[in-house]
């Protein structure tokens, strides 16, 4: 009886080649990840802004109507106060032209300034949809539009 003799293959691949193919396809997927969180971070904030800009389009359609115009400000106060309730809402805040609290979700703040550091004239004008994102003094971030 004879035995064959198996024949391995084995190829002749430098370990070098092997190290450089990880190394490229490790960039690869390092550029391709952070591309990806970058588009997602670009679609919240697209996000955000839209959510902020449908509150403000609703609450200035609110005062429009013949009702809410009778009510005044105190509609608009009460409306904030429960709109400011839901859970992803942090405040809402409603001010003329030079920054004077019209408004807010806090009603001992109405009277008061707000946004000394913002050109409130200048956003008031532009038909542009602003918005930044602001540390509260506990350390939370917050989306203002």
Not at 2 to 30: D, E, H, T
Not at 106 to 127: F, R
């Amino acid at each position: 009886m004879v035995l064959k003799a198996k024949k391995r293959i084995w190829f002749n691949i430098s370990v070098w080649v092997i190290v450089g193919a990880i190394a490229v396809m490790a960039v690869v997927s390092a550029v391709m990840t952070f591309a990806h969180f970058q588009r997602q971070k670009e679609q919240a904030i697209e996000l955000l802004v839209e959510k902020g800009a449908t509150l403000i389009w609703s609450f200035e359609a609110g005062l429009r109507n013949p009702v809410s115009i009778k009510e005044g400000t105190f509609g608009l106060q009460k409306l904030l106060m429960e709109t400011a309730q839901q859970p992803d809402i942090d405040y809402i805040i409603v001010t003329d032209n030079e920054g004077n609290i019209i408004a807010d979700s806090d009603p001992s703040m109405v009277g008061q300034k707000y946004g000394l550091d913002l050109d409130t004239e200048k956003i008031a004008l532009s038909a542009d949809k602003k918005w930044r994102q602001v540390t509260k003094p506990g350390g939370a971030g917050t989306f203002e539009v």
